[in-house]
Structure formats: structure tokens, C-alpha cells
């Protein structure tokens, strides 16, 4: 018997039947059209406009069926690649006769504009962009107590969220929250937010054993 291949579509499938989640039930707990999950499933890329489309999407499916959404992203990007690449290999008169010598010029000031918005980018999060330290930092924990103490500090923000529940911060900038964890998975999501701007997320799991 063959090895069932892993597919970002095999996997969501998989995982929406755990949770006994038809199409119509998961559509309406992410508030998104069955088509855009029927397309994912089936690895129909065509569906998409762009690759950044389904990004919204798949995030909304990592954390409605507890799954890692780097990990999904991951698959996606591999997938998505090989769809372009076969997408141009079957229609070779879809592909752009470009002069060379225009190719180098237009490459030459997308790679400069490349690095300097890099640059920026860098400079900008090391005076602006707030910062969170977990004390533990590992993003999945197994863990096997009923009470768990998730602490850390925060700087360059004033307000952070976990499970949409507001955190208090100390004058430090630290904070600490005790939390009673379920069997099984416990899904934390930390928010920083600035005015009702989020500017930075972390995702982190605690399995209760």
C-alpha cells in the first residue's frame, strides 16, 4: 500500500474531520467562503488571485484546528511554487521574451531597492518596534501540572492581550499570569497592541500530559 503523500490539503482534511468540522461549519467559524477551503484541500492554486491570498485564510485554519501556522505556510509556499512552475512549463507562450540588457538594468534597482528597504526595516524595529521575552521561550511545551505561570517582560508597548484578555504590566515591564490549563493542548495567543494597533504577535502551545 502506497505512503499517503503530505499536502497542505491532505493535512487540513485530515484535521477538519478530527474535529468533525464539515465544509459549511468550518466556512462559518472563519468566516470565509467554502470555496477558498475547497481550493486549499484540493491544492487548486488556480482559485487564488496572488500568493499572499490565502494566507488570511490558512492563519484562520491553523487556529481553529490547533495547528502550527508556520508549518502550513511552509507547505503552502513549497506547493504554490510548484504550481507557478508547472503553470509556465505547460503554457511556454505565457512566458515573457524580456531583452537582457533591461533585465540586468530593471534586476539592478529591484535588489538596491530590496536592500535599502531592508535596512530601514532594521533600523526602524531597533528604536521602535516593541519588544516581548517569554522566561520560557519555547513556543510548544509539553507540560504535566494543572497550573502553569506564563511570565516574561515587555518593552516599547503598553498593552498586551492573551486570549483576548487584557494582561497587567508592571513599571519593569514585566508580567506574569497563572493559568489553568486543560488536557491536552492550550492554545495562547499574545497581542501587542499600540491604540488599537496590533504591532506584534506570538503563538505559543502548552500540551497538558
Do not use: C, W
Not at 25 to 47: C, M, P, Q, W
Not at 50 to 72: C, D, E, T
Not at 136 to 151: C, D, F, G, K, P
Request: proline content about 1%.
Amino acid at each position: 500500500m502506497s505512503k499517503q503523500k503530505i499536502t497542505l490539503g491532505y493535512i487540513l482534511k485530515k484535521y477538519r474531520s478530527k474535529y468533525n468540522l464539515d465544509i459549511d461549519r468550518l466556512s462559518h467559524k472563519i468566516s470565509t467562503e467554502v470555496d477558498y477551503i475547497i481550493a486549499l484541500e484540493k491544492g487548486n492554486y488556480r482559485f487564488f488571485t496572488s500568493f499572499n491570498q490565502a494566507l488570511p485564510i490558512i492563519r484562520k485554519l491553523s487556529y481553529v484546528l490547533g495547528l502550527k501556522y508556520q508549518s502550513l505556510v511552509d507547505l503552502y509556499n513549497k506547493e504554490y511554487e510548484f504550481y507557478i512552475n508547472n503553470k509556465y512549463k505547460d503554457n511556454p507562450k505565457s512566458k515573457l521574451v524580456i531583452n537582457y540588457s533591461i533585465f540586468k538594468f530593471s534586476a539592478g534597482i529591484i535588489i538596491s531597492g530590496i536592500i535599502i528597504g531592508y535596512l530601514v526595516l532594521q533600523v526602524y524595529q531597533m528604536r521602535y518596534s516593541p519588544v516581548i521575552n517569554l522566561e520560557n521561550n519555547q513556543l510548544y511545551q509539553i507540560y504535566n501540572q494543572n497550573e502553569y505561570t506564563l511570565a516574561g517582560n515587555i518593552s516599547r508597548a503598553t498593552n498586551l492581550t492573551l486570549n483576548g484578555q487584557k494582561v497587567t504590566i508592571k513599571e519593569d515591564g514585566g508580567f506574569e499570569v497563572l493559568l489553568n490549563l486543560r488536557q491536552g493542548e492550550n492554545r495562547l495567543d499574545l497581542v501587542v497592541q499600540k491604540d488599537d494597533k496590533i504591532l506584534k504577535t506570538i503563538q505559543k502551545t502548552i500540551y497538558r500530559q
